[in-house]
């Protein structure tokens, strides 16, 4: 099915199996890449996990200076004519091939994460092997991406923001320089629709049968709202990690990436598919999340939020 390629020969015993999707988007991972590896990630060891990066359909592999400056990268190619355009199914596969009994699931590459993100989330994933862990999502930038990139924000742009603020000494400095995704309305309070960093027990997420691969849109639409919808609903607990976050970097995606009303055409269709497929479309789904973890006083400002 794909290419693989491993920075060593070294066999490790992971705890955690962290799956990240990519595609197109070479210099975004890179720091995707560098957001989850050592020593940027506080309180794990290289050793401690994995990373599985599936790249799904990219017109060529990335070069191995983006993927393998940390030994604990495995880089799996699925080549255009054997890739799904939905990363349902890449993700579902990088699942399989993982080793470790708590899986992280990043359906999107494009995300920066914060320097505690896998250390939190692990130990709270630990706590009930039937529970859920999600991370709150943000935007880089004054505004979110669909609004900002009308207004000149774009790569470079970004790049010098990240510059400024040196993400890579203090990575809680991102709530600084982000605005909230639409599906965190609230911040760290109330609930949200989906995640784009989520940990879970692997054999909880084998039982749930993974993403629907059913979904068949670029980028795969409201998929990853779907399985949210689906995991939240069947776990004992829901846990919301305070003080940690995932932001996005502009790309050009699915959705982040086309005008207004492309934007709101695509979303469109996306909910017909989604209603199709899995139930009607409507707010958050019926869960209560738990919040665990703690308060940097870079993103303080986002717990002042009321939720309804």
């Not at 990335?62 to 349902?88: H, K, M, Q, T």
Request: glycine share 8%; aromatic share 10%.
């Amino acid at each position: 099915m794909t290419d693989t390629y491993f920075p060593s020969g070294v066999e490790v015993r992971p705890t955690l199996s962290v799956i990240v999707v990519c595609y197109r988007m070479t210099e975004q991972i890179g720091n995707t890449l560098r957001s989850l590896t050592p020593p940027y990630q506080r309180h794990l060891h290289v050793e401690d996990y994995e990373i599985l990066l599936i790249d799904n359909g990219s017109p060529e592999p990335l070069p191995p200076e983006i993927w393998a400056a940390s030994s604990n990268v495995r880089y799996e190619y699925i080549p255009p004519d054997r890739a799904n355009p939905s990363p349902a199914a890449a993700l579902n596969w990088g699942v399989l091939q993982s080793r470790a009994p708590v899986v992280c699931l990043m359906i999107d590459g494009a995300r920066l994460v914060t320097p505690g993100v896998l250390h939190a989330g692990l130990r709270a994933a630990r706590l009930c092997p039937r529970g859920i862990v999600e991370v709150r999502g943000w935007h880089l930038g004054p505004k979110v991406q669909m609004e900002s990139a009308k207004e000149g924000y774009n790569h470079e742009v970004e790049r010098r923001l990240l510059e400024e603020i040196q993400w890579y000494e203090n990575g809680y400095r991102l709530f600084e320089i982000s605005s909230l995704a639409g599906s965190t309305p609230f911040g760290f309070l109330g609930k949200t629709v989906e995640s784009n960093c989520l940990f879970m027990d692997r054999a909880f997420f084998q039982a749930m049968g993974g993403l629907d691969e059913r979904y068949r849109a670029p980028g795969g639409g409201l998929v990853n709202l779907d399985f949210f919808w689906r995991a939240v609903t069947r776990a004992e607990m829901v846990f919301t990690l305070l003080g940690e976050g995932h932001f996005h970097q502009v790309h050009g995606g699915a959705a982040t990436g086309l005008p207004t009303e492309e934007n709101q055409l695509a979303f469109a269709h996306w909910r017909v598919e989604y209603e199709r497929l899995s139930r009607p479309f409507s707010g958050p789904p019926p869960y209560e999340p738990l919040l665990v973890g703690h308060l940097p006083k870079e993103c303080r400002r986002w717990l002042t939020l009321e939720a309804p």
